[in-house]
């Protein structure tokens, strides 16, 4: 018997390999292959057939690693689409769907040889050899074997030979040896627990034991402390025991060595979901019971079914209502949001209403936390997965329903490397091939969407007011030209906004601004009239390139000289404007001196868990201005927020993209949906030069 196997490399086809006699296989387990003259790779098995290759030499596999297959057979169906849909390899599916520490390859090990193994044979070896080989083998003699990486960290970054040239000299002379050997990078986290020995379980032999420890007053602490830890919980760490009596490992040990007690190690999850408060009751008004009803009865006619809802409608609650059916009937649901940030937020929601059943899985939990996600989706364990656009690629069993948060977001679509693949229209074939159903969430449809929605090919529901009845903010636009000539250069915050923010200071509300700073091509303005020069060909926004001091159109290439006059108004005031949050926090710091001030951009959000205690910060009211780029934005749910200021739309609306109108009024009005959410009406101040923008216009013109 022969099978297709799947390699993490991008190769234009599947490569065919032997089964060994006796091995028994199923599509989806991960086999040891050889591939090329030496490298070794854990590979997906794709296909089990009797048909052996003609164009070459058939290899054996030369091992299982898997007694189960890691992958279903219908993420591999998904994989071959993908590949197919994006014009890519299945190689490159697979190294981008599956945790680093789940593809395994092959590293060069270095070994001495056994005629060398002694100290005279080493000595002997100091007059033939350069100092960097005699230094590779002297650690040979110590360590028995070296990767190529710790060879070259032995030598240095200065060593003037390289480490492979260093190690082909020695394999040369026969005096090492080099093989290909591959191991399992996952390890599971272990944990010492602490329990008594099973001869003290009666009630005498434990008095008895209290009456012997009387003279070793530290020992008799540790029992102590450890039957009062028993009675909280049932395993009583090792790590507790010793941190609450202050004791050391010796004192500990010394009672291990009595066989007072035992040391036990247990596997232990690296991502433990805690909510320990009482679920919540759900609690839908009239128009959110009718948009669930309605997305039930859209659900058995159609694969998709777009929800459009204004921003603050409770589209959330309705989610939770259609989750708490699918885990009643002992289904699986996956939850797409575009940012890693909004996770945090909406795992601790998710759990005021589902308790524990609630997961995450995104790119910045370490490898082995991936690992161990991915065993408990495929495990069926874990119902509800919360996720960046990576989650789509974890090992459902029971997948019944994917939710598409803020499904218009450009955040879905992933750019590099390949699959370059669109979550949001990956997540529907999918569900396709499952028989599950889509949800698409949005208060600004992508236009594809909505028009989809119009078609009559996916189920439409509209949710027009907000929860509870609260008003939607009022919009005002501020003229950048309002800041002194003088202060142009220096200042970035209008009057009318720096007034608006004082005014929402004052009533102990939080403020919010946001620079389009991410993927911000600088272009020239006028500061007259606000015109920006566009490409004559492709008529985008003309990007300005200061190393080359050319405007250059990102769609056609075309470039022009910097413009001097201004084609609208006449003027010479044409400038480059382009400042990040950086400077717009130092602004602040200066306006508003008392006030607690943050920044949200990716430089201060490098951390595993700054998202996290940025956002926990926010809530309780620990930051008064928040300034932050696109992650502050994107359906964040803050109670406090009395005002919510964008800095310059005309970042937005000069963006070289053919569909910037559509993606700059998304974001605008994505923007404005954080202001005002509870309370008191909110306020949006948008602050431009191009004030008569079709986008920022409204009906008289102003």
């Known amino acids: 018997m022969f099978a297709d196997v799947i390699l993490p490399l991008a190769l234009p086809k599947l490569y065919t390999y032997q ?35 003609t164009a070459y030499t058939v290899k054996p596999i030369l091992s299982r690693l898997d007694d189960y297959p890691v992958v279903w057979p219908h993420q591999l169906q998904f994989w071959e689409w993908v590949a197919q849909y994006y014009a890519c390899t299945e190689g490159e599916v697979m190294n981008i769907a599956m945790p680093a520490h789940l593809k395994l390859s092959s590293e060069t090990l270095i070994l001495l040889d056994a005629a060398f193994a002694n100290d005279a044979s080493l000595a002997s070896l100091a007059a033939q050899l350069t100092d960097e080989a005699y230094l590779v083998v002297e650690a040979l003699a110590v360590k028995q074997e070296l990767t190529l990486a710790e060879v070259q960290q032995l030598l240095g970054d200065s060593s003037i030979t390289s480490a492979q040239a260093v190690v082909k000299s020695l394999i040369d002379q026969h005096i090492c040896m080099a093989y290909e050997s591959i191991r399992e990078s996952y390890r599971p986290k272990l ?53 609450q009596t202050g004791s050391s490992h010796a004192q500990l040990k010394a009672l291990v060595d009595k066989g007072i007690f035992q040391e036990v190690k247990q596997t232990i999850d690296r991502i433990v979901f805690t909510y320990d408060g009482a679920l919540q009751q759900l609690h839908l008004s009239q128009s959110q019971q009718e948009c669930v009803q309605k997305i039930r009865e859209w659900m058995r006619e159609k694969l998709v079914v777009l929800l459009h809802g204004v921003t603050s409608s409770g589209k959330t609650l309705i989610y939770v209502s259609l989750i708490r059916e699918a885990i009643a009937r002992g289904e699986q649901v996956l939850y797409l949001l575009p940012e890693i940030a909004l996770t945090a937020q909406m795992i601790r929601r998710l759990q005021q209403y589902l308790g524990n059943q609630v997961g995450v899985y995104h790119s910045r939990l370490s490898h082995n936390e991936r690992v161990e996600m991915w065993n408990k989706v495929r495990e069926g364990s874990l119902q509800v997965i919360v996720g960046s656009r990576s989650a789509l690629w974890l090992p459902f069993c029971k997948l019944s329903l994917i939710i598409v948060d803020e499904e218009h977001d450009a955040s879905f679509k992933q750019q590099d490397p390949a699959p370059r693949y669109h979550a949001r229209d990956a997540a529907i074939y999918y569900a396709h091939l499952l028989n599950a159903r889509v949800i698409l969430g949005s208060a600004t449809p992508a236009v594809e969407t909505y028009y989809q929605a119009m078609q009559g090919k996916y189920g439409y529901v509209m949710l027009k007011e907000r929860y509870g009845q609260m008003a939607l903010p009022d919009m005002m636009l501020a003229d950048m030209r309002t800041i002194a000539p003088h202060q142009r250069s220096e200042r970035h915050i209008t009057p009318l906004l720096e007034d608006a923010i004082r005014r929402t200071l004052q009533q102990q509300k939080q403020v919010i601004l946001f620079q389009n700073r991410r993927g911000y091509a600088p272009s020239q303005i006028c500061q007259i009239c606000g015109w920006v020069p566009h490409c004559t060909q492709c008529d985008v926004a003309l990007t300005y390139h200061k190393s080359v001091h050319q405007l250059v ?40 001196p008392e006030a607690s001030i943050a920044r949200m951009d990716l430089d201060t959000m490098r951390r595993k868990d700054s998202y996290h205690q940025l956002i926990t ?13 696109q992650m502050v934005v994107k359906g964040l749910d803050f109670d406090s927020v009395g005002l919510v200021g964008i800095l310059l739309a005309d970042s937005l609306l000069n963006y070289p993209d053919f569909r910037v109108n559509e993606r700059a009024f998304q974001l605008m009005e994505q923007v404005s949906g954080r202001a005002g959410r509870k309370g008191e009406k909110g306020l949006v101040v948008i602050q431009a030069y191009q004030l008569r923008h079709p986008v920022l216009s409204t009906g008289d013109g102003t």
């Open 19 to 53: 089964i060994p006699e006796g091995m028994e296989l199923q599509p989806g387990m991960r086999v040891v292959v050889q591939f090329g003259k030496r490298r070794k790779y854990a590979a997906i098995i794709k296909r089990i057939h009797d048909q052996p290759p």
């Open 191 to 243: 944990e010492t627990y602490i329990l008594l020995s099973p001869a003290y379980a009666e009630e005498q032999a434990l008095h008895q034991l209290f009456d012997q420890l009387e003279k070793a007053p530290r020992q008799l602490q540790l029992l102590m402390k450890f039957y009062e830890l028993r009675q909280k919980q049932r395993w009583v760490r090792k790590k507790d025991l010793l941190e």
């Open 553 to 592: 159109c990102h769609y056609c290439g075309r470039t022009y000289p910097p413009v001097a006059q201004c084609q609208a108004c006449g003027s010479h005031a044409m400038i480059h404007k382009s400042f990040g949050t950086e400077r717009i926090e130092d602004e602040l710091h200066i306006l508003f």
């Open 617 to 629: 910060r926010f809530e309780q009211r620990g930051i008064d201005i928040l300034v932050g780029t």
